[in-house]
């Protein structure tokens, strides 16, 4: 049964434009979520081998794993993967766990799911919501006021601060540092995930 599953997991990952290592950023997710918790770089080590710290950056390029104490932002920081722990985003969790049942890689069950489980009493419409997002984002950036307009087309313009938080704690999207500093919060850019 766990092969089948690591399969479909792999089958699934496959779907998601990522040209090298699949089968080992499958196996990462997939460990990480029979363990459910937090993989540290020397198990990812172990599980991959020499091409672990590959692995590690594809992944995490791609949003589908965040090195422990950081947001998506981190990609600015320097990188030292001996003293790591990497988590699963949110909505990556439930996408993997979904592909590890159909072998398909499904952003809007995913987004359902999560939604669905945070209790969040508008779940229903957040894949249509986030489709707006990414439909409105310019180069994979979105800034807040596109949020508070398309919020507002959903009759929720009044939630605009507690959807961008819950589409952050998703993983969904993340604040984009490379702005002038100064700017007021209605400005703020945020990062799209690119596996949704």
Aim: charged share 30%.
């Amino acid at each position: 049964m766990k092969s089948k599953e690591k399969e479909n997991l792999r089958n699934a990952i496959r779907q998601i434009p990522i040209s090298d290592y699949v089968a080992y950023i499958a196996d990462i997710l997939y460990e990480s979520l029979n363990s459910n918790s937090d993989i540290p770089y020397e198990h990812i080590r172990r599980l991959v081998g020499e091409n672990a710290e590959d692995a590690i950056l594809i992944a995490s390029e791609r949003w589908l794993i965040i090195p422990e104490g950081k947001d998506l932002s981190w990609k600015s920081s320097e990188y030292l993967f001996r003293d790591e722990k990497y988590y699963i985003p949110q909505v990556v969790r439930e996408a993997a766990k979904r592909g590890c049942e159909t072998g398909s890689w499904e952003p809007e069950y995913a987004i359902h799911a999560y939604f669905k489980r945070i209790k969040e009493p508008l779940w229903g419409i957040m894949p249509e919501f986030f489709k707006e997002i990414k439909r409105n984002a310019r180069y994979g950036k979105i800034r807040a006021m596109e949020i508070k307009c398309i919020a507002s087309r959903f009759g929720m313009e009044d939630r605009t601060g507690v959807l961008i938080a819950e589409f952050k704690a998703a993983g969904l999207i993340n604040p984009h540092f490379s702005f002038v500093l100064g700017l007021k919060e209605k400005d703020v850019t945020y990062e799209v995930n690119p596996c949704f």
